[in-house]
């Protein structure tokens, strides 16, 4: 009996470590641990502040969400605020973004590497969608997309591939956006394929997108645009 307590008490510690590991973020042990930007120590975050110097700024920024953003030449602009904009934030797993959608504007198709997001259309209306990895068929590469209006809210699963599109020709659109990560990250297509510095090699390129190295050279040479503010 004791051995059979044993085996399944080390289960459940397995389990819990595993939980733990596969976190977007590491959970706090404290109530707060703001983060110490002057700190030299580097860590998976930040290091702590003292707590003694902490006050109620460290959980503040006059980040003017309510304000309209301009947008850039694919019709988007992303401000996000994550710990590097409140200090606060390190530790607790979450972050926000308010999203600016021109008429015909979209947020190109981009990764969140260390989050999920769920997304709430404001004002407009935005065509959104996310396509799911490479798995055994029949989910292989699945596109779920979705039409949302006005007070609709859609859910991006973490690390995958997803956009936003405004379809109205006329009107702009704005959502906001709640992430489950203290500093998400995005990681846009196009930008990180044909921007790169250095750019990766035509050779490989070509290869990998069955297309001439000329179409190729073509897309390396254009102004890859980061909307992310």
């Known amino acids: 009996m004791a051995t059979s307590s044993s085996i399944l008490l080390l289960a459940a510690l397995l389990a819990l470590v595993s939980w733990q590991a596969i976190a977007s973020d590491p959970g706090p042990l404290q109530d707060f641990c703001v983060a110490d930007m002057h700190s030299p120590v580097r860590v998976n975050g930040f290091v702590c502040k003292n707590p003694m110097e ?15 953003r301009v947008t850039n030449k694919v019709g988007s602009n992303v401000t996000l605020i994550n710990v590097m904009q409140i200090a606060g934030l390190n530790t607790l797993g979450i972050s926000i973004a308010r999203i600016d959608y021109a008429p015909l504007g979209q947020n190109p198709p981009h990764t969140h590497p260390r989050a999920t997001e769920i997304l709430t259309v404001l004002e407009g209306t935005l065509y959104v969608g996310f396509v799911t990895s490479n798995q055994p068929a029949p989910n292989r590469n699945k596109f779920f997309s979705k039409v949302l209006n006005k007070g609709d809210v859609f859910v991006f ?10 379809p109205n020709p006329h009107q702009p659109a704005v959502a906001i956006a709640a992430l489950s990560s203290q500093n998400p990250g995005a990681i846009t297509i196009a930008n990180a394929v044909f921007g790169s510095d250095p750019p990766i090699s035509d050779d490989v390129l070509a290869k990998a997108f069955q297309v001439e190295k000329n179409t190729i050279d073509y897309l390396q040479a254009q102004f890859w645009e980061n909307n992310h503010n």
């Open 157 to 166: 699963p973490v690390g995958l591939i997803h956009f936003q599109f405004n």
């Open 54 to 68: 902490v006050n109620a700024d460290d959980f503040f920024k006059a980040a003017n969400l309510d304000k309209p």
